[in-house]
């Protein structure tokens, strides 16, 4: 591959928050265009980097970018989802790291290869895979799932008001003959909206893709099984960095911190909080990290991007 464009966003903010040790291990669960490995690595003296990505492309792209890393064994690449997070560190002999960081979503160029699907701006045969090994695709879920699943989707994951209405046509339109491509699906969203709603609210195509994705990659899933054994892997005072780029993964996040820092409901004559209840993690910041202005400006693609990061203390 000659081109891979990716404008990584909160890339000082999320590795200074890393506190990066010299000597430590972390973990990069999104290699991506490898700009947080890259960085990372800069920092790493005996230290080690493990990066996982699902997508292939990001993957032999790294092996180029990041050689000079691999040719002295600073970096190990995982084609993996993170969900198998511990599973995969442990046949590395990994069991504890001292930081980790996601930044998640898609990448500016699995979005821009019109091929992989993602964009209902580009004409594609439905697909949205990241791992390209994967079974399940856009197609299946837009041809074959019930029309109560895509209503149960497009609500969820697209937060689409007219999610019912949406399916409906769709459901309609396979019955005449197979749905193939991107633009016939945003065509078909487009159509089934309301007319004044239409003029409302940006292209519905936009919310429909969205949960199709997250859908096909079970994106959710996958954050919330791999957060927890990220948690669990964190040695004391190692950090956990999570950039979003939407509500329902911030939403996630935010609740998992919450949960991993606050101290469960204790009955009320207790005279002091017995250590073991007393919680692993701390919040380090307690709002999220944004993109400064100039990010903004210059990276479209930040404008949603939330940085959140904890700390095991025990
Ligand atoms: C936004 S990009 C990361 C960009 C990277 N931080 C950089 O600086 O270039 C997200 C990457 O994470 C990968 N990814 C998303 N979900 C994943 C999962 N569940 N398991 C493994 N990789 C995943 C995608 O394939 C994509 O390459």
Same mark, same amino acid.
């Given at each position: 591959?000659?081109?891979?464009?990716?404008?990584? *966003?909160?890339?000082? @903010?999320?590795?200074? /928050?890393?506190?990066?040790?010299?000597?430590?291990?972390?973990?990069?669960?999104?290699?991506?265009?490898?700009?947080?490995?890259?960085?990372?690595?800069?920092?790493?003296?005996?230290?080690? !980097?493990?990066? #996982?990505? $699902?997508?292939?492309?990001? =993957?032999?792209?790294? @092996?180029?970018?990041?050689?000079? #890393?691999?040719?002295?064994?600073? *970096?190990? #690449?995982?084609?993996?989802?993170?969900?198998? +997070? $511990?599973?995969?560190?442990?046949?590395?002999?990994?069991?504890?790291?001292?930081? =980790? *960081?996601?930044?998640?979503? %898609?990448?500016?160029?699995?979005?821009?290869?019109?091929?992989?699907?993602?964009?209902?701006?580009?004409?594609?045969?439905?697909?949205?895979?990241?791992?390209?090994?994967?079974? !399940?695709?856009?197609?299946?879920? %837009?041809?074959?799932?019930?029309?109560?699943?895509?209503?149960?989707?497009?609500?969820?994951?697209?937060?689409?008001?007219?999610?019912?209405?949406?399916?409906?046509?769709?459901?309609?339109?396979?019955? /005449?003959?197979?749905?193939?491509? &991107? &633009?016939?699906?945003?065509?078909?969203?487009?159509?089934?909206?309301?007319?004044?709603?239409?003029?409302?609210?940006?292209?519905?195509?936009?919310?429909?893709?969205?949960?199709?994705?997250?859908? %096909?990659?079970?994106?959710?899933?996958? +954050?919330?099984?791999?957060? /927890?054994?990220?948690?669990? !892997?964190?040695?004391?005072?190692?950090?956990?960095?999570?950039?979003?780029?939407?509500?329902?993964?911030?939403?996630? *996040?935010?609740?998992?911190?919450? @949960?991993?820092?606050?101290?469960?409901?204790?009955?009320?004559?207790?005279? %002091?909080?017995?250590?073991?209840?007393?919680?692993?993690?701390?919040?380090?910041?307690?709002?999220?990290?944004?993109?400064?202005?100039?990010?903004?400006? @210059?990276?479209?693609?930040?404008?949603?991007?939330?940085?959140?990061?904890?700390?095991?203390?025990?």
């Amino acid at each position: 591959m000659t081109e891979f464009k990716h404008e990584t *966003v909160l890339l000082h @903010e999320a590795v200074a /928050e890393l506190h990066v040790q010299p000597a430590g291990l972390y973990v990069d669960c999104t290699l991506g265009g490898g700009g947080h490995s890259a960085l990372i690595l800069s920092e790493l003296t005996t230290g080690h !980097l493990y990066a #996982f990505d $699902q997508d292939q492309t990001a =993957i032999t792209y790294n @092996e180029q970018h990041l050689q000079p #890393f691999l040719r002295q064994q600073k *970096v190990t #690449f995982i084609h993996d989802n993170f969900r198998n +997070l $511990q599973s995969d560190l442990a046949e590395q002999g990994v069991s504890t790291v001292d930081g =980790i *960081v996601y930044d998640l979503g %898609v990448s500016s160029p699995q979005f821009d290869d019109a091929k992989r699907g993602f964009s209902y701006q580009r004409d594609a045969r439905l697909d949205m895979r990241m791992d390209q090994r994967q079974a !399940l695709d856009a197609y299946q879920v %837009v041809n074959q799932w019930p029309y109560e699943d895509l209503v149960r989707i497009f609500f969820r994951y697209g937060e689409e008001k007219f999610s019912k209405q949406i399916a409906r046509k769709i459901e309609r339109e396979r019955q /005449e003959q197979p749905i193939e491509t &991107t &633009t016939e699906l945003a065509e078909i969203v487009k159509a089934a909206i309301p007319a004044a709603a239409r003029r409302h609210g940006g292209n519905p195509a936009k919310r429909v893709f969205q949960a199709i994705r997250i859908a %096909v990659n079970d994106e959710l899933g996958a +954050l919330e099984a791999s957060l /927890e054994q990220a948690l669990n !892997l964190l040695k004391p005072h190692g950090r956990l960095a999570v950039i979003t780029f939407q509500s329902l993964e911030d939403r996630l *996040v935010k609740r998992m911190f919450k @949960e991993q820092t606050t101290i469960p409901d204790l009955p009320p004559n207790l005279p %002091v909080i017995p250590p073991e209840l007393e919680p692993h993690f701390k919040m380090v910041q307690k709002k999220p990290i944004l993109p400064s202005a100039a990010e903004q400006t @210059e990276n479209h693609r930040s404008h949603s991007a939330k940085l959140r990061i904890i700390e095991r203390i025990r």
